[in-house]
């Protein structure tokens, strides 16, 4: 089966206060290996981004000024996710603004199923940290990258999380193998048994007098 998993850079939090996406980013993965197809962009926003946003992510004004708008890429993003599966860490953040988006330009909303790995990680650790930090030095994915918030390294380091909380790395049980060495095993034990083990005279003598000793009657006198 084929996924996105999909993350998203933004001016602010909410779209009510005219908040909008500045990054895209989208790794395609088949039967949860990255098929190397990827969706990247940055976006003009058309406002200027929020102090807080800035401090997450580093886009500057003058950066984004130069970026192609929403409706210029919008195409292409609808042709890469088309209806795959979405992976996303805190879903309804990402999916408000990208509706968001293309209620502006009159699209409709995305029908897409969605697997929320804040919420797959909170059912599996209840208490404790499920931010995607947390979540890598939980399963020592290294995040030495993640100096700021980036759309493409979030979603990479979101993949090897994504894979663990579903427990796709468990080591899978070779029965064929597992047989193989249990007869091998078996064949060993058989062999074994088939030899005739005869004890020395010394062997036989201590036997006797273990027997003379302990034995109420005695038949070896």
Do not use: W
């Amino acid at each position: 089966m084929k996924e996105i998993i999909l993350d998203t850079e933004t001016t602010g939090i909410s779209i009510k206060e005219g908040h909008r996406i500045v990054e895209i980013g989208c790794i395609e993965l088949d039967n949860l290996t990255p098929t190397k197809k990827n969706f990247h962009c940055y976006l003009n926003p058309e406002r200027k981004v929020s102090e807080k946003a800035f401090e997450v992510h580093g886009y500057t004004d003058e950066f984004l000024a130069k970026q192609r708008k929403f409706e210029e890429v919008c195409g292409d993003f609808l042709n890469f996710i088309e209806d795959k599966r979405l992976i996303i860490h805190n879903s309804e953040f990402d999916l408000t603004h990208l509706n968001n988006e293309l209620s502006l330009l009159g699209k409709k909303k995305l029908t897409n199923q969605v697997i929320d790995t804040l919420t797959l990680a909170r059912d599996k650790f209840p208490g404790s940290p499920i931010s995607l930090d947390a979540l890598c030095k939980r399963y020592r994915i290294d995040n030495s990258k993640r100096i700021k918030h980036t759309a493409l390294i979030d979603c990479d380091l979101l993949s090897k999380v994504y894979i663990n909380l579903i427990d796709q790395k468990e080591p899978k049980l070779n029965f064929q193998n597992q047989e193989e060495q249990s007869n091998e095993k078996n064949i060993l034990n058989f062999e074994y048994y088939k030899k005739i083990i005869t004890p020395s005279e010394e062997e036989i003598k201590k036997h006797r007098e273990y027997l003379k000793k302990n034995l109420k009657k005695n038949y070896f006198n």
